[in-house]
């Protein structure tokens, strides 16, 4: 008797990006409120980081919310409805409900049907990880198209009082649906992490140590404070310029591009003299626009790659086809680039 053979699933020959689309909370901090927490100056905030102003989510503007309304944005571009969608994964850090996924509360609310949704951390390298996820599930035949949404409510665990970290950290959404392509629209991942750098950027304390346990609540006197973001900001400037550069060229390297063939460059959002820097050691020409995103968003972690791709095209810096190289890097430490065709 012959054994049995698995019937493999098989995909699309490439995949690219269909649609993307972003929200931005409507409340605007700009610096001269940030100067009410901490003792700063404009001056000091723009030149050491590029940020003039944030967006900062309100009450109504949930995780959920968010990543709807970006979500609708990226499906009608892409002009697919819900329904065909198969995959939803959803990358944040600052979901603040351990279970279930937010992912299914936002994959019912757009109408999924019962696609497959889960959410992933892997902060603001999440959008890279979360691209690569969606590339492999098209083209391995689990997934017709893939919603991959980048989400964050930073405000929720920034410390107002922290010098390092209260101008920087801002709110907002940005989605992407990855799906079949003719030609080859998404290149080779390079993605990595280092964890021997786990502590240069994390939460202050895990929850169970930020509030005491059930069982420890008598007599345990814990103080309870709410946890945020802590940042060792030089280790990890220095690393972004420096290592991120060299994987950057990699994700150039491996889908046969050389930098004056881009279209656009859209580095994660993290600090405008880090992208200053990568510039300069990627040697990119000048005639390839570049994403300046966080003057008016601050850092959004996952979410400020597909904000970042959207404004370029609404503002007509870069163009639906065009080569644009992302990068993504941050908490873990982890990264994620490659170069993408633009929907
Ligand atoms: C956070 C960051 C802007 C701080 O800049 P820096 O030059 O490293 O600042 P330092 O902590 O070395 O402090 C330099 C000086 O600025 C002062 N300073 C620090 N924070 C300040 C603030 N918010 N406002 C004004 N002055 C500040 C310090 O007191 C210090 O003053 P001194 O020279 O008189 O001692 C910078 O480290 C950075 O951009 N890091 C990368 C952060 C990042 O992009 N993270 C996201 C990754 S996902």
Redesign the pocket.
């Known amino acids: 008797m012959t054994k049995p053979q698995i019937r493999p699933a098989t995909g699309a020959q490439y995949s690219r990006i269909h649609g993307v689309g972003g929200y931005r909370p409507v409340r605007v901090i700009p610096n001269s409120e940030?100067l009410e927490w901490?003792?700063?100056?404009d001056e000091?905030?723009r030149t050491?980081?590029g940020i003039a102003e944030r967006r900062w989510a309100g009450p109504e503007e949930s995780v959920a919310e968010m990543s709807v309304q970006a979500a609708g944005k990226a499906i009608a571009q892409a002009g697919i409805t819900p329904e065909q969608i198969g995959g939803v994964i959803v990358s944040t850090v600052s979901h603040l409900k351990q279970t279930p996924a937010i992912a299914t509360e936002i994959a019912q609310r757009l109408g999924c049907g019962t696609a497959p949704a889960f959410d992933i951390s892997a902060?603001?390298a999440g959008f890279g990880y979360g691209l690569g996820l969606a590339d492999g599930m098209v083209r391995g035949g689990n997934a017709e198209y893939v919603l991959v949404i980048g989400v964050e409510r930073l405000s929720d665990l920034t410390d107002k009082s922290d010098?390092?970290?209260?101008?920087?950290f801002g709110d907002g959404a940005g989605a992407a649906i990855v799906g079949p392509s003719n030609t080859p629209g998404i290149g080779k991942l390079i993605w990595g992490s280092d964890g021997s750098q786990a502590d240069v950027?994390s939460q202050t304390q895990a929850w169970d140590t930020a509030f005491a346990k059930p069982d420890a609540i008598n007599g345990q006197g814990k103080e309870q404070k709410w946890p945020a973001l802590r940042?060792?900001?030089?280790p990890?400037?220095r690393w972004?310029v420096w290592e991120m550069a060299k994987v950057a060229q990699q994700a150039l390297d491996a889908a046969g591009i050389t930098a004056d063939q881009l279209g656009a460059f859209i580095p994660?959002q993290?600090?405008m003299?880090?992208t200053d820097a990568m510039i300069k050691a990627l040697k990119l020409p000048a005639s390839v626009p570049v994403a300046r995103d966080i003057a008016e968003t601050g850092?959004t972690?996952a979410a400020s790659i597909p904000l970042a791709m959207e404004r370029m095209l609404e503002s007509g810096e870069a163009h639906s086809g065009d080569l644009a190289l992302i990068i993504g890097?941050?908490?873990g430490l982890v990264y994620a680039a490659a170069v993408v065709t633009l929907p």
């Open positions: 940030v901490i003792d700063s100056s000091w905030i050491r980081s902060a603001c010098r390092s970290t209260a101008f920087i950027i940042m060792d900001g030089q990890v400037f972004a994660h993290a600090n003299r880090i850092n972690s890097f941050g908490a």
